[in-house]
């Protein structure tokens, strides 16, 4: 059969016609669409620490029970600054959560937050969670929402603090004395390595690594997931199992942008970051259950001392009575309801 110029023209342009409206029809083609709401969520921590790797995991869940209207972007590893830059990002509005310690920068704001780090309170997890998921907790979310911000009910694991050191393990308070060791900005950490005769020096975390390879300080205290994720076993020969001071992350969220999102999007937000945390939680304590070894393998040397000791140094320097002092009758009867009594 022939077929000329225009008759094959005609019935092209008729079968792209019918075909275009095929595809118009077609349920399963979604056109893509921007988020209604585009949030950012800054941590200073790796990203692939189990905080980041979680709260990743939370921002796809509320993508998709919101049906792509909030998009939460995770910015992991201080890309948006240092503590305090975040921090005043998010009380700005320029940055809508933000995860932070309640003894670091959150402590400037709000002061009675850092009562969960001091020093040589919880002896285990049990006593952790059982003040930051009961009365606790739920005095000092009170306080955080009283000074203008948005705070999640669940807080977030980094774990029980270790001492890492270049120059010597530390295995009686005396090992510490006029030790240069970083500390995180924050007055419980000055006072209390300050009472264990060290010499706190407050450095970011994003500069800590280089710090102690030109031996700025000679050592750092985290958790071992931090000492692992962010390397610190290259620059550091000794580890010492102190657990000196519990430390976790409360997720804050700037109120303005918070009171944006509808109500049903509010709710779905909340419920997968306190979900995502506590999977966190059983992250950060399977993966300190198997660091020691891993770190061992790469170098550290571990020792574990007597923190009897190191109690009985800060009795009898008046640490307690000074932390009782300036937390409060009604903070420390909280804290010791679960610790029993410090001071």
Not at 65 to 71: C, I, M, P, V, Y
Not at 196 to 215: C, D, G, H, K, W
Not at 217 to 242: F, H, I, R
Not at 254 to 263: F, Q, T, V
Request: net charge positive; hydrophobic share 40%.
């Amino acid at each position: 059969m022939k077929i000329d110029r225009r008759s094959f023209l005609v019935k092209s342009a008729g079968t792209v016609a019918v075909a275009a409206s095929g595809m118009m029809g077609a349920p399963w083609i979604r056109r893509a669409q921007a988020a209604e709401f585009s949030y950012k969520i800054g941590t200073d921590l790796p990203a692939s620490h189990p905080l980041n790797v979680r709260l990743q995991q939370a921002a796809d869940a509320i993508r998709k029970d919101t049906d792509g209207r909030l998009d939460l972007r995770v910015f992991a590893n201080n890309q948006l600054g240092g503590d305090p830059d975040m921090f005043a990002q998010l009380r700005a509005g320029a940055l809508e959560f933000f995860t932070l310690s309640g003894a670091n920068a959150l402590s400037s704001l709000v002061p009675k937050t850092a009562i969960t780090g001091v020093g040589f309170a919880f002896k285990d997890y049990n006593q952790v969670f059982a003040a930051l998921d009961g009365d606790l907790g739920a005095h000092l979310r009170g306080l955080i929402t009283k000074a203008g911000l948005i705070v999640q009910d669940k807080v977030w694991d980094n774990g029980f603090r270790q001492i890492t050191t270049s120059s010597r393990p530390i295995k009686t308070p005396g090992d510490l004395q006029g030790m240069k060791i970083r500390v995180p900005p924050g007055r419980l950490w000055i006072s209390l390595f300050r009472s264990l005769q060290a010499a706190p020096t407050s450095i970011s975390f994003n500069e800590v690594y280089s710090a102690l390879q030109t031996r700025v300080v000679e050592g750092q205290e985290n958790a071992l997931a931090v000492v692992e994720t962010a390397k610190l076993y290259e620059v550091q020969k000794y580890c010492s199992m102190t657990s000196h001071m519990w430390d976790g992350f409360w997720c804050l969220g700037n109120r303005a942008a918070w009171e944006k999102l509808p109500s049903n999007v509010r709710d779905i937000t909340s419920k997968h970051l306190n979900e995502y945390a506590l999977l966190q939680r059983k992250d950060v304590a399977q993966l300190n259950a198997s660091l020691q070894k891993t770190l061992e393998g790469r170098g550290l040397q571990f020792n574990s001392p007597d923190l009897g000791g190191f109690r009985d140094m800060l009795q009898k320097s008046g640490f307690y009575a000074e932390q009782k002092q300036f937390f409060g009758e009604e903070e420390w009867a909280l804290l010791e309801k679960v610790t029993g009594k410090l001071a």
